[in-house]
């Protein structure tokens, strides 16, 4: 294995420390507590796990968490209702609506009806629209994060070529966005892209998020390249056993194959341990600056895009 491995769960830590420090100037010299509202509907068992993580790091860095757990079958109008509650606290900065939503509500209206000024996840119509026109905006946390872990292993990327697998509104277009801003040439393939294989392999910095576990092979990767593995995939894994029911132990991979990719590449992050504790730390950046913003005061360094 030649590849350097980014730890991103060491990067998330010097993020959240940058946070606490922020958030403890902003207590101690202007009396202001930033606070984020998490808001899940259901019952699913990994968004349970998220929500939790962001309550308790939010904590942990010093700021208020209020978290809404409402039950599955809760209405459009009484989600409405409470994300409009939410837009009119004064001690509310930051707002989180977990996704996937349950099949019944529409995300897009629930997402849009978020005060574009909290929407610390960076989904709202105007934040995406402000990003694409490279104006001041909220930045979604994931690929936000992808983009710090890139800037500090690469320095600048400008004229590199960057390849986004996945075109998704959450991580496949920010991303592109973001690494565009940054003066790449950007490419976003996808499930239709021909000579995928081809595309990835002139890539300087390769983004993967497509949700599909291993899609992407050593083979693809050129030599040298930055591989950035967003895809979080729970597998079967036979070769850990079974449980006391009977079913087989799983294990998380990304969409990338760790073992081959890693052979080739220059640098790679892992999965678990890469995007994924970024995606936590970013949003408690966003959170202080959003407060920040809310309150006209200067934003911190380096916790933006
Ligand atoms: N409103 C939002 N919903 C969702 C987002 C989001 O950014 N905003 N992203 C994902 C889920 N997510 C945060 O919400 C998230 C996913 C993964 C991780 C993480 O730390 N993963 C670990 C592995 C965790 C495990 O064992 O399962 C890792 O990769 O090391 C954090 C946050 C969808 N919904």
Known sequence: MTAQII?????????????AAHVARLKEVHNITPGLAVVLVGEDPASQVYVRNKGKQTVECG???????????????????LIEQLNADPAVHGILVQLPLPDHLDSDLVINSIDPAKDVDGFHISNVGLLG???????????LGCLMMLRDQLGSLSGLNAVVVGRSNIVGKPMAQLLLRDSCTVTIA???TKDIEEVCRRADILVAAVGRPEMIKGSWVKPGATVIDVGINRVEAPEKGLREDGT????????????????????????????GPMTIACLLANTVTAACRAHDLPEPDGLTA
Not at 66 to 78: F, I, Q
Request: charged fraction near 25%; include cysteine.
């Open 133 to 143: 026109t490279g104006q001041k905006s909220m930045v979604p946390c994931t690929p």
């Open 248 to 275: 087989v132990k799983t294990k998380l991979v990304g969409d990338v194959e760790f073992d081959s990719a890693a052979a080739v590449a220059g640098a790679i992050t892992p999965v678990p341990g890469g995007v």
């Open 7 to 19: 730890d991103g769960k060491a990067f998330a830590e010097t993020v959240r420390e940058k946070v």
């Open 190 to 192: 996808h499930s239709r």
């Open 63 to 81: 700021m208020n968490s209020y978290e809404h757990k409402l039950s599955a079958d809760t209405s459009e109008a009484d989600l409405l209702a």
